[in-house]
């Protein structure tokens, strides 16, 4: 049933991408309505707009807890445009129709995150807000409702296209993604109390059982491959501000998720880091002074995977990393900051994705379909430093060599197993990743996979270390890596034939270290 849109009510915390949807419905003559600091945003467009209190006849009040909780506003939204009683009251009563809600909800997620205090985390509590989303969602059949900044463009195109009027199914479609915007700020309001009654009663608290389907959806253009329906459930405008380019793929997310993963093993004090991924494996990882310097490093581990690669830093990129990242043709750069000049030039290329990240607590858990249902495990939130390396050699392992192994380990961690990783410090409390064998049946096609990446890329192996994701069975990898050059080995142990390995190394001068932390990945 086609529903041609004859007025909006428009009430959002962000403004950001709002403008081209105010327009379009201005040049359709939509009639809009709109509260505080909204209004204030459409009026300074030029753009004609009625303020909630004169539909209403009551000014904000309580400071702004009480807005549109008026039946001249809850009415025009929920009475039913096909039944005549419901007419003749709208018209008695003289409500008005309201044929379209764009409305968002306080950053209650963002506040918490922020570290606010509890009073100011209460007042992101929204009332007004989820009761317009709720109620514009349950009268689908007449009312269009839009619930989040990331449908903005997707609205604009709805509209275009069919000239100011909207089809049942669409309407029904942002209905249902209304409500998991509203179940997903529930469960976070939820979850907050939990929290905190936990925290007053010195228990510990794991978080409300996981549902998916009640965080925000976000519809992606197609899944892995384009015959592949995807969606995306959660909050992305909680995890990154969005300052360039395209919108996210599936496979785009899945990178970044590896990004962030990997780059959060690199916070410790000034250091630079750069990582470059391709398909959830880091082909580039470095640290060094400068960014600039950390990015140059990472790139030369692998310049031909980091082409069409996704990019993440821990430093704030400035001018001079910029001039170097815009040589690359990347998928996706993301930082915690941009220079003015460097986001100016970054954004030349047109398709390039760029992203802030904000400061946001990731969950302690992670979930995975399988079969007919879901494996869900704690995250590999291991990471050994050197105080917990147990030399099993009678070569200890110099200082320089130790700094190379912990930050091989950081890498091994995070790539798909089979894993080998190798690396080297460059330059004195710098490292840099030399190459990896990565998602081999075989350990040994793994280590042979990184050597033989390593030298095609002109590094020389000698007295670099070699990472292992689980213990070696054998003798033949510590074998196969003396050979090579290699002068130092970390692996969990475990294996009852750890002597073998322990012993070759004793007999031709490799130091081993071991960790008892296993680090598969699949």
């Known amino acids: 049933m086609s529903q041609l849109i004859s007025s909006a009510l428009i009430s959002v915390f962000y403004k950001d991408g709002l403008e081209p949807l105010v327009r379009l419905l201005h040049e359709q003559s939509v009639k809009l309505y709109s509260t505080g600091g909204t209004q204030a945003f459409i009026e300074q467009l030029g753009i004609p707009v009625t303020a909630v209190e004169d539909l209403t006849g009551y000014p904000s009040i309580f400071g702004g807890r009480v807005k549109t909780l008026h039946p001249a506003v809850m009415g025009g939204i929920l009475y039913r445009r096909e039944l005549p009683e419901d007419l003749a009251q709208a018209e008695r009563h003289r409500i008005p129709p309201i044929d379209l809600v764009i409305v968002d909800l306080y950053p209650f997620e963002e ?17 007004g807000g989820i009761s317009l989303i709720r109620a514009a969602a349950k009268n689908y059949n007449d009312v269009l409702i839009v619930s989040s900044r990331s449908q903005y463009a997707g609205v604009v195109d709805l509209l275009t296209e069919k000239k100011g009027t909207t089809e049942l199914n669409d309407r029904r479609r942002y209905a249902g993604e209304a409500f998991a915007v509203t179940s997903h700020y529930d469960t976070d309001i939820q979850a907050y109390f939990s929290k905190a009654e936990a925290k007053s009663e010195e228990t510990q608290f794991s978080g409300p059982i996981y549902d998916f389907k009640s965080l925000p959806a976000n519809h992606l253009r197609y899944g892995e491959n384009p015959h592949q329906q995807a969606t995306f459930y959660g909050n992305l405008d909680a995890m990154f501000t969005k300052l360039h380019g395209k919108e996210l793929s599936y496979n785009n997310l899945v990178d970044v998720d590896a990004c962030v993963n990997l ?15 391709k398909h959830t494996n880091a082909c580039g990882i470095a640290t060094a002074p400068t960014a600039k310097e950390a990015y140059l490093s990472a790139l030369s581990c692998d310049p031909v995977s980091a082409f069409g690669g996704v990019v993440i830093t821990n430093k704030p990129v400035d001018l001079a990393t910029a001039e170097e990242l815009n040589k690359l043709f990347m998928e996706i750069l993301i930082a915690p900051d941009y220079e003015p000049a460097a986001l100016e030039l970054l954004r030349s290329k047109k398709n390039r994705i760029l992203l802030k990240r904000n400061a946001i607590e990731l969950p302690a858990v992670m979930f995975k379909t399988i079969l007919n249902g879901v494996l869900e495990q704690d995250k590999d939130n291991e990471t050994e430093g050197v105080d917990r390396f147990k030399t099993v050699t009678e070569k200890t392992p110099t200082a320089s060599e130790n700094r190379a192994l912990a930050f091989a380990l950081k890498v091994c961690k995070h790539t798909k197993s089979n894993t080998i990783v190798l690396a080297k410090e460059a330059g004195e409390g710098y490292w840099q990743l030399l190459a990896s064998g990565v998602g081999q049946t075989s350990r040994v096609d793994a280590l042979r996979q990184a050597i033989e990446k390593a030298h095609s890329f002109g590094f020389d192996l000698t007295g670099s270390v070699m990472a292992s994701d689980a213990f070696f069975p054998f003798p033949d990898c510590v074998e196969i890596a003396g050979n090579a050059g290699i002068t130092a080995v970390i692996q969990p142990g475990g294996s009852i034939r750890d002597k073998d390995s322990i012993d070759y190394c004793n007999e031709h001068g490799l130091a081993m270290v071991t960790t008892g932390i296993r680090h598969f990945k699949h």
């Open 263 to 277: 780059i959060d093993e690199f916070k410790e004090g000034d250091k630079a880091a750069f990582a470059i991924i």
């Open 111 to 127: 506040t918490v995150a922020s570290g606010a205090s509890d009073e100011d985390i209460i007042e992101k509590i929204d009332i």
